[in-house]
């Protein structure tokens, strides 16, 4: 099937064309802007995906040398995100769908990170274990097959996105702070300082960030009150990203060893992280690891169109003709 997919959840306005679980195009048009704020500030966003949206489907209709008549299916995000932003996304789904007379699939933001791993392993088997890492969500779940997934873990506070972010910001870098904390990283010294490894032992399979953000606050406010330069800010990216991706690491081996899983996926922004993806990589279990191609670990359309499909198929092309689904900006399928 011909699927065009929509995903505005946040602060990148995305649209791809699926058919056959290949991608054919995934157009992602990221609002830099925010940067200036120091973050996503909701109402901007929603007014910038409006903007975008009908730009950004007209390119991926393009890049996939197809015409909007030729499109037998739409897949959007219904949640979870911010409201605002997925109306926008939501509302266009809906209007495509009644002009062209066919159906649309709301598919979970979610559940789009879980599989992103498998648009491009076709021979990635089941079960494994996905670790979702990203600016708003960090949790493990075991993935039974393409309708069966449970949460078995999850942060109790911040995203592991959120506290790079947040701990940039307070070393004086630009949003989103993710990146700028791992190419400054890649200098540092990660063993100068030792930051706490949040829940690391604590037995289960949740994370928390809140804690090391407040320790990182406390110890530039004494050690480097006008600012950390140089190497100094090297080391400490180095000692933070350290501490992070260590919990995520340990975190994730820990829940295939639990569950006796011996394939890893990830998923999410996070994923990006040159020192979690050498950590997971060089893992000493044997373990299958899967880490997507950059473009299906920031928020993108190919991941809800591909899920979209394959739940449009489930359903032999029936039930997916409601136009009144609402979207929420919390929910999470567990
Ligand atoms: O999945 P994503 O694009 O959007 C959300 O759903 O949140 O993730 C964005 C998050 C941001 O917090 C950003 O700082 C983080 O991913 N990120 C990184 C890296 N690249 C992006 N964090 C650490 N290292 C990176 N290389
Ligand atoms: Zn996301």
Redesign the pocket.
């Known amino acids: 099937m011909k699927i065009l997919a929509i995903e505005s959840?946040?602060?990148?306005t995305s649209v791809a064309v699926i058919e056959n679980s290949s991608v054919l195009s995934n157009v992602i048009a990221s609002q830099h802007f925010h940067a200036e704020y120091g973050g996503v500030i909701p109402e901007i966003a929603s007014r910038a995906h409006l903007q975008a949206i009908s730009g950004v489907t007209g390119a991926a209709l393009d890049q996939a040398g197809l015409s909007l008549e030729q499109i037998e299916g739409i897949a959007v995000t219904k949640e979870p995100?911010l409201a605002g932003a997925l109306l926008v996304g939501s509302n266009f789904a809906k209007g495509l769908a009644l002009k062209l007379g066919v159906p649309v699939v709301p598919v979970n933001?979610i559940e789009g990170?879980i599989y992103s791993a498998c648009i491009e392993g076709a021979h990635i088997s089941f079960p494994f274990v996905s670790l979702v890492?990203?600016?708003?969500?960090t949790a493990l779940f075991h993935v039974e097959s393409y309708d069966k997934y449970e949460m078995i873990g999850s942060t109790i506070d911040d995203?592991?996105?959120?506290a790079?972010?947040k701990i940039?910001k307070m070393l004086g870098l630009p949003?989103?702070?993710?990146?700028v904390?791992?190419?400054l990283a890649a200098a540092g010294d990660p063993s100068r300082y030792d930051f706490p490894r949040p829940l690391l032992h604590s037995g289960d399979l949740n994370f928390s960030f809140s804690g090391l953000k407040t320790s990182v606050r406390y110890f530039i406010r004494k050690n480097y009150p006008s600012g950390a330069e140089g190497n100094d800010l090297n080391d400490i990216c180095a000692s933070v990203?350290r501490s992070?991706t260590g919990v995520l690491a340990e975190k994730s081996f820990r829940a295939c060893r639990e569950y006796g899983v011996k394939v890893l996926v990830t998923?999410?922004?996070?994923s990006?992280?040159?020192?979690?993806r050498r950590r997971l990589s060089e893992n000493k279990m044997g373990l299958d690891i899967h880490i997507p191609a950059m473009d299906y670990?920031?928020?993108n359309a190919a991941m809800i169109g591909f899920l979209g499909e394959k739940r449009l198929l489930e359903a032999a092309g029936g039930g997916y003709d409601d136009l009144t689904f609402r979207v929420s900006s919390r929910a999470i399928r567990a």
Request: negative net charge; proline residues 5%.
């Open positions: 959840s946040c602060d990148e995100g933001h990170h890492v990203s600016g708003g969500h995203a592991a996105g959120e790079f972010d940039a949003y989103p702070g993710g990146p904390v791992d190419r990203q992070i998923g999410g922004g996070v990006a992280n040159s020192e979690l670990c920031v928020d």
